[in-house]
């Protein structure tokens, strides 16, 4: 499956990207499911931004770490 997302190019410093993934991460209060749910919009934000700023392979691997 390929998802194209069109915007406008943007600067992502190593910080974003580490703060990205640490919102990956689960709270006590939600449940499985709403976990899963999260986590697959984190990874699909990311794919957005890897895409925006052209790096398409790494957001191949984010969409396919949001369909698990």
């Known amino acids: 499956m390929m998802v194209i997302f069109i915007g406008t190019a943007q600067a992502q410093s190593t910080n974003s990207v ?8 689960p709270t006590q209060n939600q449940t499985a499911a709403q976990a899963a749910k999260a986590e697959a919009a984190r990874w699909l934000q990311l794919a957005k931004r890897s895409m925006q700023e052209g790096n398409y392979q790494l957001a191949d691997e984010y969409i396919k770490r949001a369909e698990r």
């Not at 580490?18 to 990956?24: E, Q, Y």
């Open 18 to 25: 580490v703060t990205g993934i640490a919102k990956l991460l």
